[in-house]
């Protein structure tokens, strides 16, 4: 393999391959229950009055029952739409699947219709979807840089990884604009990031 040069080709190579090796895990309804009993069981979780959750779809870790679970516990939950502009999105709020309708990229969004705008400086719990995360907190998404924006413009929430343990792995590529979780959840439990940075020209300790 020639050598890559950046973290864009790595991020590009390393994708194919983590998801064609997602595709082939094993058991995927018994890790999605234990995913699930990981991030109700924590304390982030049952605080938080709102909930920032995106709407799994293909072979992503599921988040359908997480939905349900904290909308009967008396929750606000929010769910992300893709806008016009590229690679930026708004969670709306949802008090049902059906509020839910297949949008950009044929992935399930709030209705703007009916759902109202999550409020601006509020603080909450983020669940944030990742191919793959590594100990640092750094995700490897899908390469539109959503999640990337949005975490950067509201840095008061509070923000868990969901992730298949066989997909957390020691250390990802991450440029300078990618931002970090504070916690990732796999199906063996909740595992608090590590504070050492290594995005290219960052070199100390967080």
Do not use: N, W
């Amino acid at each position: 393999m020639a050598e890559l040069t950046s973290p864009q080709e790595a991020k590009a190579a390393l994708r194919r391959e983590l998801l064609q090796k997602r595709r082939q895990l094993p058991g995927r309804p018994e890790k999605d229950r234990a995913i699930f009993r990981v991030i109700t069981a924590l304390p982030q979780y049952r605080q938080a009055r709102r909930l920032y959750l995106y709407v799994s779809t293909g072979e992503e870790p599921d988040t359908r029952r997480l939905l349900l679970a904290a909308l009967q516990a008396g929750k606000e939950v929010y769910a992300p739409r893709c806008l016009q502009q590229p690679g930026e999105m708004a969670f709306l709020r949802v008090t049902g699947e059906e509020d839910l309708a297949p949008g950009k990229f044929g992935i399930f969004e709030p209705d703007p219709r009916r759902c109202p705008p999550a409020p601006e400086g509020e603080e909450g719990l983020c669940l944030v979807p990742g191919l793959a995360f590594d100990r640092s907190g750094f995700r490897l998404g899908y390469g539109k840089g959503y999640y990337d924006r949005f975490l950067a413009a509201h840095p008061q929430l509070e923000t868990v990884g969901l992730c298949y343990g066989a997909l957390l792995l020691p250390r990802l590529p991450a440029a300078p604009h990618d931002q970090r979780v504070r916690l990732v959840a796999a199906e063996a439990g909740a595992i608090p990031c590590a504070a050492q940075d290594q995005r290219p020209g960052k070199e100390r300790m967080l």
